[in-house]
């Protein structure tokens, strides 16, 4: 592997840094709104979701560099499929032991 193919799966300084200030900007913001009181429960908490989706989107792009590229996208899909199987294994768990209180319970 050639020192040119490492730096190409790396991100730059700047890319970190923009991560980070958009990070850091996304984590601001929720904290303003619970803070600031200025928003109703319901318009915070569709809020601090909507903007903890984008910022999941950022760390995958800026700091695990997670792309669909040539060279990023199996690691992409390896990621994608990771977290289907998480998602099936908790969400059919709690499913199961849900169903299983509410037969046991009869």
């Known amino acids: 592997m050639s020192h040119a193919h490492e730096q190409a799966n ?3 300084v700047k890319s970190y ?14 904290f303003w709104m619970v803070m600031g009181g200025a ?10 979701f909507a ?7 950022v760390h ?5 560099h ?3 590229s040539k060279e990023g996208k199996l ?19 709690i499913w199961i032991i849900y169903t299983a209180d509410a037969l046991m319970m009869r």
């Open 10 to 12: 790396h991100g730059s």
């Open 17 to 30: 840094i923009v991560g980070f200030v958009l990070s850091v900007i996304l984590t601001a913001i929720p």
């Open 39 to 48: 928003f109703t429960k319901q318009a915070t908490l569709i809020g601090i």
């Open 51 to 57: 903007l903890a989706v984008v910022q999941i989107i």
């Open 60 to 64: 995958l792009k800026y700091f695990l």
């Open 66 to 68: 997670l792309d669909f």
């Open 75 to 93: 690691n992409s899909f390896s990621f994608l499929f990771t977290g289907m199987v998480i998602v099936l294994l908790v969400g059919l768990s």
